[in-house]
């Protein structure tokens, strides 16, 4: 009973995990986007020589409606191809309907080209055109190279959200938590060490996306937030001199 229970748990961890792996495109992008873009404000405001109230303020601003744009544009973008997905998937199914001698004909074309003559041509066509399902389907990914996605486009943008909020808010901890307990480190510094650990983490994380060396996904990451960094603290630094 006990090993039953043990493997039912197992299999539910296993079933999170690879949903969780459906969705770590969007984590990671979300993530890094959070996170450079937060510190980008974090540096800026740090090269005006702003206080920790006015880089809080800037910061949760830039967090909640960037992650919020983010999440929205993701959601919508999926949601528009899935949409668009449907509209040509109906089309299929009309002309399979109403059209079923051109649309075997296209189909005996697609594997004709593959390779197939024949009486094999003739059986794999059968085989197909046997099911409307299997025939639209097969039209849909050979003809219209079209694939249907089955992620929900709402989780697409919650996963965006989230990873955006979590990641983009570690440059702003240190600045949430001297505003309650002021600290004598000095703010920016610290700040920049937190977010550099989390350039590395996503930069660890995108390697299993792009399946590319470690430390080449890691480093890449850090060295792009640290040039939107010093660009935003140059900008920054000159604006508060030139006003």
């Given at each position: ?14 079933g ?5 792996s ?28 702003l ?150 983490f ?23 937030g ?18």
């Amino acid at each position: 009973m006990a090993k039953h229970h043990e493997h039912k748990l197992h299999e539910q961890d296993k079933g999170f995990l690879t949903k969780f792996s459906d969705y770590l495109g969007e984590f990671v992008y979300g993530g890094i986007d959070g996170s450079v873009t937060t510190f980008a404000v974090v540096a800026g405001a740090a090269g005006a020589g702003l206080n920790s109230t006015v880089v809080i303020i800037l910061g949760f601003a830039n967090l909640l409606a960037d992650g919020f744009a983010m999440a929205v544009g993701a959601y919508l973008s999926k949601q528009t191809e899935q949409q668009n997905y449907d509209k040509h998937k109906k089309v299929e199914y009309w002309e399979v309907e109403h059209l079923p001698e051109k649309e075997k004909e296209e189909i005996r074309e697609i594997y004709r080209g593959k390779g197939f003559e024949g009486e094999l041509l003739e059986q794999v066509v059968a085989t197909i055109t046997a099911d409307k399902d299997r025939w639209v389907d097969v039209m849909m990914k050979e003809e219209l190279e079209m694939m249907e996605e089955s992620r929900s486009p709402l989780a697409m943008g919650a996963v965006t959200f989230l990873s955006f909020i979590t990641v983009g808010l570690i440059p702003l901890l240190v600045y949430v938590y001297d505003y309650f307990s002021p600290i004598s480190y000095d703010l920016f510094s610290v700040s920049s060490i937190m977010t550099g650990i989390a350039f590395l983490f996503v930069g660890w994380m995108k390697t299993f996306i792009t399946q590319t060396s470690k430390w080449k996904g890691m480093l890449e990451t850090l060295a792009l937030g640290a040039a939107a960094a010093i660009v935003s603290y140059a900008v920054g630094n000159w604006l508060e001199k030139l006003f």
